[in-house]
């Protein structure tokens, strides 16, 4: 959808929504005058200072442009700006995102669920830790040095003890080393990570089930960033064997602003025991007289909350189902189809190192080196540096990223095996990015024969 279309589009919606509260007398409206038109251009002028997130050149960082409906949903319901907090500021904003929130739940499996959108990711887990803190008090929170670190921090804000699970040369959890941790007795819940951040690794998380069994203890998956990857037909078997476990386990968190078109601000967070919602239990004094039933804000930390944000994951959802085989899931295959072909690439090539796994969802990370010398982490790391600078002038913008190096093939850097480097890295996030893996690749090696160069 071209933009003229979205503002058309708006602009019939627009009426159609005005057309409700037509029957009210006119009131003073607020106008724009010609400074207003000043100020909106010197705006639109600061914004040229980003990089080009909605081109499939720009191939770096965890950004996928929002759909066009959510983009027309949310300017459409910003209008009205209804606050899904109690029934009074957003009573259909709420009704969507109670659907909306449902149709997550139904794509991981749950039978039942409560759960509710956020801000993002951060809120979203403080929610589960907080909940988990209070189903066991004083255990400790693990998580993997894969893990998102604000689970550490999150963990210190809920004054929570927090410990590290080293993750293994593939950046899975260690499950000997979990295993180590469980033993102590003082574990109360494990964080899985679906999709780490950095490098999207998936955690075993049927094996840590199975640890489960045995020791006894909540599991929280952090999938802000794959958990969408569930609908995707293309995963190797170990990583779909991950997301299969998802409806056994306690609480999940799920970005839409990450992989499910939407702008920022559209986090959630689901528990799949609904008695929770009673440790969110809260006498205000002046909100919920409206009516009986469920006001968002009496199952969520976050008082005020954008109602556009679930016009706009509801209206999305309607247009792209979340279906495996349906065009969203599509749009996650292609680029998990994006990165293999990307790694390919990059695997066949001398000035490259590709790390022990290949990419497990749709992040691509490799070491660069100079074909005639030894390469050492820091030669590496620069070259690193340099090529991701050339490849930005030739409209190609990556993304760099300190990386362990035992998750390289050992030997690779001859005489390092602990430590990190700088590695080049690409989140092909964009069901485009397959259709263009071969003129990225054109300007990443050119771009690294001028930083050999120079
Ligand atoms: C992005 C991310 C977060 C943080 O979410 P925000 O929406 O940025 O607040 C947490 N965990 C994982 C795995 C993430 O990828």
């Known amino acids: 959808m071209t933009d003229s279309n979205l503002f058309s589009l708006l602009s019939r919606a627009q009426s159609l929504l005005d057309k409700g509260f037509a029957t009210l007398p006119l009131a003073p409206s607020q106008s724009l005058d010609s400074q207003a038109a000043e100020i909106l251009n010197e705006a639109a002028t600061r914004l040229h200072d980003n990089y080009p997130y909605e081109h499939p050149l720009y191939a770096g960082q965890m950004l996928k442009p929002p759909h066009p409906i959510a983009r027309a949903a949310y300017a459409l319901a910003m209008s009205i700006n209804p606050n899904n907090h109690a029934l009074d500021g957003g009573r259909a904003s709420s009704a969507m995102e109670i659907e909306a929130v449902a149709a997550l739940a139904k794509m ?74 469980l033993a102590t007795d003082k574990i109360g819940t494990v964080v899985v990570t679906l999709g780490t951040t950095a490098i999207g690794s998936v955690d075993p998380l049927d094996r840590i089930l199975a640890l489960r069994e045995k020791y006894g203890f909540r599991i929280h998956v952090d999938a802000a960033y794959g ?75 976050e008082c005020s909350r954008a109602g556009a944000s679930a016009v706009a994951l509801w209206a999305t959802q309607r247009l792209l189902p979340y279906m495996p085989g349906g065009t969203f899931a599509r749009g996650l295959e292609s680029g998990r189809n994006a990165a293999l072909e990307l790694n390919h690439h990059v695997a066949a090539d001398t000035r490259f190192m590709t790390p022990l796994s290949p990419p497990q969802l749709d992040i691509v990370f490799f070491a ?7 390469p050492t982490p820091e030669s590496s790391s620069a070259l690193a540096q340099r090529i991701f600078d050339q490849a930005a002038q030739l409209d190609l913008h990556l993304a760099l990223a300190n990386l362990p190096i035992r998750f390289f ?34 300007r990443l090696v050119q771009a690294t024969q001028e930083a050999l160069r120079s």
């Open 227 to 301: 958990g969408y990857f569930t609908l995707a037909s293309n995963l190797a078997p170990q990583v779909r064997a991950a997301y299969d476990a998802i409806p056994q386990v306690d609480s999940v968190v799920i970005d839409p602003h990450k992989h499910g078109l939407q702008p920022y601000g559209c986090g959630a967070v689901l528990f799949r025991d609904p008695t929770v919602g009673h440790f969110y239990k809260h006498d205000s004094p002046y909100t919920y007289f409206s009516s009986k039933e469920l006001h968002l804000g009496e199952i969520s930390l």
């Open 108 to 181: 991981f499996s749950w039978p039942q669920h409560l759960g509710h959108l956020t801000s993002g990711g951060t809120f979203a887990n403080l929610e589960a830790l907080w909940i988990a803190g209070q189903l066991v008090p004083g255990k400790k929170i693990v998580a993997s040095d894969q893990a998102h670190y604000t689970h550490s921090r999150i963990s210190a804000v809920l004054g929570l003890h927090f410990v590290s699970i080293p993750s293994d040369d593939t950046g899975r959890m260690d499950l000997v080393a979990l295993e180590a941790e």
């Open 409 to 442: 093939p050992p030997g690779s850097f001859p005489g390092h095996s602990t430590g990190t480097v700088t590695c080049l890295r690409s989140v092909l996030m964009k069901p485009e990015h397959f259709e263009w893996i071969d003129p990225i690749w054109q």
């Open 368 to 374: 660069a080196r100079d074909p005639h010398t030894t």
